[in-house]
């Protein structure tokens, strides 16, 4: 699981912020009760003090600790049963002067044995809903909301079959993928016009996949290669880069809509053969047909994506354009 540094950077943060406020509260409350009944503070200062002792008491030499450690023992208890019911008699919750951390597994640190808490787990997810909003502008971007009614159910001879049929098998390809995702997935090719539902199939497996807890990264192809170049420049931090190249599944949208530069060449081979060679699954849609694509990146681009990608036709009428 290879959260962006971007998605993991934000959960950090609101991780530390979580941890704050409660401390922050606890403080604001043991401070109220402070005011309200001054013999807790004294207390507490007891407590910390008959707890040093025992810590001493056991380092010290040459006699038996164990009467002395009694000793403190049972001051302390008298002070524990005090406090109890001066919070009682006050009306003062128990649970409001909680300190325990805000994570009981982790100590609100958001990590446990060198791997990653739930509780980070859950705000990355969160996080990451949010940095890939673009994709989900209606937020109905699921497939059962995905209506085949839009796609002509007449036989066309390019596709040897109506585009509703094509479509449906599209549909229950983007479902099994998106529930059996893993880091090794395929990667696959969305070729076909705009407004034909490539964005929409890309959106529903981005929502299954980050809800399976795999760290996804969409971007625009001019929004990428745009990246690209400010990172080039020195214009832009080298992550937003490294997040395309690490994401567990990366979404290139609208490729073949981008001003064609030896640049853009260079960099869509490299992120191409990379993710490639990193066996990173990829999903690219573009508005070229798969035979077109070698006229407009060249033979070493266009081979790697027609072999190496699963390829998933669109065809029909711009949908849009019918709602
Ligand atoms: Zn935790």
């Not at 959260?3 to 509260?25: I, M």
């Not at 997935?185 to 969305?190: A, H, K, M, R, V």
């Amino acid at each position: 699981m290879s959260y962006s540094k971007e998605v993991l950077r934000r959960a950090k943060l609101r991780l530390e912020e979580d941890n704050r406020k409660k401390q922050a509260e606890y403080e604001d409350n043991l401070n109220r009760a402070y005011t309200l009944r001054p013999r807790l503070r004294e207390i507490d200062r007891e407590l910390r003090t008959t707890a040093a002792g025992i810590v001493s008491v056991c380092f010290s030499r040459g006699q038996d600790p164990s009467l002395a450690i009694e000793q403190i023992k049972k001051k302390n208890l008298q002070l524990q049963e005090e406090r109890q019911w001066i919070l009682d008699e006050a009306e003062i919750p128990e649970d409001s002067l909680d300190d325990s951390p805000l994570c009981a597994l982790c100590g609100g640190s958001g990590y446990r044995n060198g791997a990653m808490c739930e509780c980070l787990h859950e705000l990355c997810r969160q996080e990451q809903r949010h940095v890939l909003a673009p994709l989900f502008p209606t937020g109905r971007e699921r497939f059962d909301t995905f209506s085949l009614d839009v796609y002509p159910d007449r036989y066309y001879p390019s596709i040897g079959t109506t585009p509703r049929n094509l479509m449906q098998k599209n549909l229950s390809f983007c479902k099994k993928y998106a529930a059996d995702f893993s880091a090794s997935s395929p990667s696959l090719l969305f070729s076909g016009a705009t407004g034909l539902g490539k964005t929409f199939l890309s959106a529903c497996i981005a929502r299954q996949v980050t809800e399976k807890g795999f760290g996804v990264v969409y971007a625009s192809a001019g929004q990428l290669f745009s990246d690209f170049e400010n990172v080039k420049f020195d214009r832009a931090d080298a992550s937003t880069v490294e997040d395309y190249e690490a994401a567990d599944l990366l979404i290139l949208d609208d490729l073949g809509t981008e001003m064609t530069s030896p640049f853009v060449l260079a960099a869509l081979y490299r992120l191409v053969n990379d993710r490639m060679l990193g066996k990173k699954p990829t999903l690219i849609s573009t508005n070229l047909r798969p035979e077109n694509l070698e006229a407009r990146y060249g033979g070493q681009i266009a081979s790697r994506l027609v072999g190496a990608y699963s390829l998933l036709v669109f065809e029909g009428e711009d949908i849009r354009m019918q709602r």
